[in-house]
T-cell receptor, first 109, second 115 residues
Framework: QKEVEQDPGPLSVPEGAIVSLNCTYS??????FMWYRQYSRKGPELLMY????GNKEDGRFTAQVDKSSKYISLFIRDSQPSDSATYLC?????????FGTGTRLQVFP | GAGVSQSPSNKVTEKGKDVELRCDPI?????LYWYRQRLGQGLEFLIY????????KSGLPSDRFSAERTGESVSTLTIQRTQQEDSAVYLC?????????????FGPGTRLTVT
């Protein structure tokens, strides 16, 4: 079993939709959870990180962690074509990041 | 301010040749990481430098891979006797402090193609 699992998609939504991106993880000891956005042929860009359970909001983005079910989510409100990218979830394990494989999101006008 | 920079952006090399990839971290960042991203796969940790301490090399896939960092500045990742399976994007990231692994900032990567 991979330590972090993520549906690769692709996920295709119309502009203005609410997008839900999800990951599961295996180790209950993980405490920090991150979401990165990666445009084609670019490096990953840190969107936000959360600690333990709960929600964190930044503009149109909300990250949610449910430690009881080992489930992390990223919600994008009012999605825009410029949000089209691959979204990577990650956690910290043994002093390094452990990534999911990424979900490709396409927002069409 | 300036972000993480990497060079070259693209590198094509013949099987068996050595290659050297360079990373310039964000100024003042004490932690530096190298990752590999193969097509359609997630990022794979390679090595981690924390200030002047011994690096964590636990992710290096073979002894053909090595990396150096001088103090808290530039790092180079060297792959000797390249193989076709080494073809990937090599990403470098830096973090303000070794305790903040959750806050890593990535460079644009070096796309390595081994023919």
């Amino acid at each position: 079993q991979k330590e972090v699992e993520q549906d690769p998609g692709p996920l295709s939504v119309p502009e203005g939709a609410i997008v839900s991106l999800n990951c599961t993880y295996s180790n209950s000891a993980f405490q920090y959870f991150m979401w990165y956005r990666q445009y084609s042929r670019k490096g990953p860009e840190l969107l936000m990180y959360t600690y333990s359970s709960g929600n964190k909001e930044d503009g149109r983005f909300t990250a949610q962690v449910d430690k009881s079910s080992k489930y992390i989510s990223l919600f994008i409100r009012d999605s825009q074509p410029s949000d089209s990218a691959t979204y990577l979830c990650a956690t910290v394990g043994a002093d390094k990041l452990i990534f999911g494989t990424g979900t490709r999101l396409q927002v069409f006008p | 301010g300036a972000g993480v920079s990497q060079s070259p952006s693209n590198k094509v090399t013949e099987k068996g040749k050595d290659v050297e990839l360079r990373c310039d971290p964000i100024s003042g960042h004490t932690a530096l990481y190298w990752y590999r991203q193969r097509l359609g796969q997630g990022l794979e940790f390679l090595i981690y430098f924390q200030g002047n301490s011994a690096p964590d090399k636990s992710g290096l896939p073979s002894d053909r891979f090595s990396a150096e960092r001088t103090g808290e500045s530039v790092s180079t990742l060297t792959i000797q006797r390249t193989q076709q399976e080494d073809s990937a994007v090599y990403l470098c990231a830096s973090s303000p402090h070794f305790s903040r692994h959750y806050e890593q900032y990535f460079g644009p990567g070096t796309r390595l193609t081994v023919t």
